[in-house]
């Protein structure tokens, strides 16, 4: 009887997705990081900046989804976004897809969410984000 209780606790602790940060446990639920993504703050970052190539940028999502994106710089603009991974890939991921041409529009990654599609807008924005800080040049001391 011990023994049946004790697995059932291990198996509890194993699949309730708790982390251990700190002395305090916590659970995020899907509901907890979208919330997260929606609040999401996205910077400007300026291509301008950056040599002419392609960076890559990611944002995880959850537990298991993952948002890569490729973004080609060419005389200080940038002329292509390559989304590599779309998150969960259902409807709203597609329809999020809609960022994509307000970012190169604008030059930035910091653009309105398409309606209905706000964590795959955000994620895929943060992911540019990444990718065009990374293609800063490095200042020698």
Same mark, same amino acid.
């Given at each position: 009887?011990?023994?049946?209780?004790l697995?059932?606790?291990?198996?509890?602790?194993?699949?309730?997705? =708790?982390?251990?940060e700190?002395?305090?446990?916590?659970?995020?639920?899907?509901?907890?990081?979208?919330?997260?993504?929606?609040q +999401?703050?996205? !910077?400007?970052?300026?291509?301008?900046?950056?040599?002419?190539?392609?960076?890559?940028?990611q944002?995880?999502?959850? &537990?298991?989804?993952?948002?890569? @994106? &490729?973004?080609? /710089? #060419?005389?200080?603009?940038?002329?292509?976004?390559? /989304?590599? *991974?779309?998150?969960?890939?259902?409807?709203? !991921? #597609?329809?999020?897809?809609?960022? @994509?041409?307000? =970012?190169?529009?604008?030059?930035?990654?910091? $653009?309105?969410? $398409?309606?209905? !599609?706000?964590?795959?807008? #955000?994620? +895929?924005?943060?992911?540019? *984000? &990444?990718? +065009?800080?990374?293609?800063?040049? $490095?200042?020698?001391?």
């Amino acid at each position: 009887m011990a023994k049946n209780s004790l697995f059932v606790w291990i198996c509890l602790l194993l699949f309730s997705g =708790m982390t251990h940060e700190g002395n305090e446990n916590k659970t995020v639920s899907i509901h907890d990081e979208v919330k997260r993504f929606k609040q +999401l703050v996205i !910077a400007h970052i300026d291509p301008a900046a950056a040599p002419d190539g392609e960076y890559t940028g990611q944002c995880p999502f959850w &537990k298991r989804f993952m948002y890569r @994106v &490729k973004v080609t /710089v #060419k005389s200080g603009k940038m002329t292509h976004i390559d /989304v590599l *991974e779309n998150g969960t890939e259902n409807a709203y !991921a #597609k329809k999020g897809m809609g960022v @994509v041409g307000r =970012m190169l529009e604008k030059q930035s990654p910091k $653009v309105q969410a $398409v309606t209905g !599609a706000t964590v795959t807008s #955000k994620a +895929l924005m943060k992911c540019v *984000e &990444k990718a +065009l800080k990374k293609a800063r040049p $490095v200042k020698a001391d």
